[in-house]
């Protein structure tokens, strides 16, 4: 028995330490940040990471295309108007050398999905685009208060320079830090326990 928990908590140790470390090694990573607010408005950035720059080994993608959904909480934000791109700002890593990109917004009540596609060559995204960037900050008006729970839809797609889908994955959360935490600790507490009742 005490082999069995011995391996277990060795085997939870190794996992604790290297989720954290292996979410940003090979995955691309796509996510939100608040990026500002004041009294009528809030930003968020939609960034992503873990793509191929100049500096990085061969075999990681760069990014063509994104198609992606933001849902939010209609009753505390909404989409501005069409005359400010519904508070949609593109990033420039699509459109590179001088050659724009097609971009697109379709505003709805609780959502808002973005449409980026580059026009630029595979070699010329490999060579030129940075591994991690913005794709778009998104304003949003402030309607009430509250959380405005601005999340990325899982339905939300990516598509490399060859137009490949990419996987992306989100983040590593405190809350799925805290899931592997509390599960060495437990782990030590029944060692514990069962060494004592050896004895």
């Not at 990471?49 to 295309?65: H, N």
């Amino acid at each position: 028995m005490k082999n069995i928990l011995k391996k277990l908590l060795i085997l939870a140790s190794v996992a604790g330490f290297a989720l954290p470390a292996m979410a940003g090694l090979g995955p691309v990573n796509l996510f939100l940040v608040q990026s500002g607010s004041t009294v009528n408005t809030v930003s968020f950035d939609l960034d992503i990471s873990g793509l191929q720059s100049s500096l990085e080994v061969a075999g990681y993608p760069s990014l063509g295309a994104f198609d992606v959904t933001l849902n939010f909480n209609s009753a505390v934000v909404a989409v501005q108007s069409p005359g400010s791109n519904y508070g949609v700002a593109f990033g420039t890593n699509l459109g590179l050398n001088g050659n724009p990109d097609s971009q697109f917004v379709l505003p709805d009540t609780a959502k808002i999905e973005l449409f980026d596609i580059s026009n630029n060559s595979a070699a010329e995204l490999e060579a030129s685009q940075p591994s991690a960037f913005t794709l778009a900050t998104v304003t949003f008006d402030v309607l009430g208060a509250g959380a405005p729970a601005v999340t990325i839809d899982p339905a939300s797609s990516l598509s490399d320079e060859n137009g490949q889908t990419l996987a992306a994955v989100p983040e590593p959360s405190a809350s799925m830090l805290g899931l592997v935490g509390a599960g060495l600790f437990s782990l030590v507490y029944l060692r514990r326990r069962y060494a004592r009742l050896a004895c």
